[in-house]
């Protein structure tokens, strides 16, 4: 009998065959999702957050709409205007006078009513703390730092602030800052350089004169002393600022909110940028200078 000539046989339906059914569609199943979860090139028990991208860095806003400055006498425009006097509104980062042209002037729409100083003449960098905590009621999109000529300017150079405190204080500031303002952004402008602003200074006669009231004597002591003692003693004064800048540099390097700039203790200033009544602090034309200097870092596009 040929095989298409054999009678059809109904198969047997009994417990064995349902098991080997059964078995072949388990079989059948894990074959399935191996050759699945092979295909797909992941490892069977990776983590959530391993195909996770990293946030990008928060980004530079160039226009802020309110300044708050922090800083020195330098911020204050001290003897800028008259002796022995603070002049605010010559301030290269808040001031009002438009000769000077000031950061707030160029940057925020309502500088009048979106720019405070709360810089104080005399100020150290362990100052610093208290002045973050008063800016930080007004919730200022950018801050402003000018502050360290006077850990350097003492009575002598054992005197000076050192270099690790000087630190220290400049990070729990930023810190404290960071807390209280995550996403404000923070310009810090570089100690002058006073080896600079002696040797302009000292051409003045008038200037030497109230150099004696006990200007920065670090620096400014014996303005005529070309002897190696006091060359080594205005060179440790310039090496310390050196050392306070690169700590500014190095802090605010670790925030992606805050921008250093080297520019000023870099800028050549001559006697057209001196205050005429100590020949020491900016002033107005120096402030002007400030001004632009700091412009430009902060309006530069990231990149």
């Given at each position: 009998?040929t095989q298409?000539d ?5 198969r ?10 059964t078995?072949?569609a388990?079989s059948a199943?894990l ?7 092979a ?5 069977p028990?990776?983590?959530p957050?391993a195909g996770r ?6 980004a ?11 800083g ?9 205007c008259t002796?022995l006097s ?6 290269w ?10 950061l707030?002037?160029?940057?925020v729409k309502?500088?009048?009513?979106h720019?405070?100083?709360f810089?104080?003449?005399?100020a ?8 973050v ?9 950018l801050?402003?730092v ?9 009575t ?5 602030t ?8 400049f990070t729990r500031?930023?810190?404290?800052l960071r ?6 952004q923070?310009?810090?402008a570089?100690?002058?350089?006073l080896?600079?602003?002696w040797?302009?200074g000292?051409?003045?006669p008038l200037?030497?004169e109230?150099?004696?009231?006990g200007?920065?004597?670090s620096m400014?002591r ?15 004064v ?5 050392a ?6 190095d ?5 992606p909110l805050?921008?250093f700039d ?5 800028y050549?200033?001559?006697?057209r ?9 900016p ?5 002007k200078e400030?001004?632009e ?8 596009r990231q990149g």
């Amino acid at each position: 009998m040929t095989q298409i000539d054999r009678p059809f046989r109904l198969r047997h339906h009994g417990p064995r065959a349902r098991r080997t059914r059964t078995v072949t569609a388990v079989s059948a199943l894990l074959l399935a999702l191996a050759s699945c979860s092979a295909g797909s090139g992941a490892p069977p028990h990776s983590s959530p957050s391993a195909g996770r991208q990293a946030k990008p860095a928060p980004a530079w806003r160039t226009h802020p709409r309110s300044i708050a400055a922090l800083g020195d006498s330098i911020t204050v425009g001290f003897n800028a205007c008259t002796i022995l006097s603070e002049c605010p509104e010559v301030s290269w980062s808040t001031g009002t006078d438009p000769k000077v042209d000031s950061l707030a002037r160029r940057l925020v729409k309502r500088p009048a009513t979106h720019s405070w100083n709360f810089a104080r003449a005399g100020a150290l960098m362990d100052d610093l703390p208290g002045q973050v905590a008063a800016a930080a009621v007004r919730k200022p999109e950018l801050v402003t730092v000018l502050i360290g000529a006077n850990d350097a300017c003492r009575t002598d150079v054992g005197s000076m602030t050192p270099t690790a405190s000087f630190r220290a204080d400049f990070t729990r500031s930023l810190r404290a800052l960071r807390r209280s303002l995550p996403h404000t952004q923070v310009y810090v402008a570089s100690v002058p350089d006073l080896l600079r602003l002696w040797s302009e200074g000292r051409k003045n006669p008038l200037g030497k004169e109230v150099w004696k009231l006990g200007i920065c004597g670090s620096m400014l002591r014996d303005p005529d002393d070309l002897t190696k003692p006091a060359q080594d003693r205005r060179e440790k004064v310039r090496e310390r600022v050196m050392a306070y800048n690169s700590a500014l540099a190095d802090v605010c390097g670790k925030d992606p909110l805050c921008r250093f700039d080297p520019a000023v203790f870099d800028y050549r200033f001559t006697g057209r940028q001196l205050s005429t009544w100590d020949w020491f602090h900016p002033g107005a034309g120096g402030q002007k200078e400030l001004a632009e200097l700091a412009f430009r870092t902060i309006t530069r596009r990231q990149g």
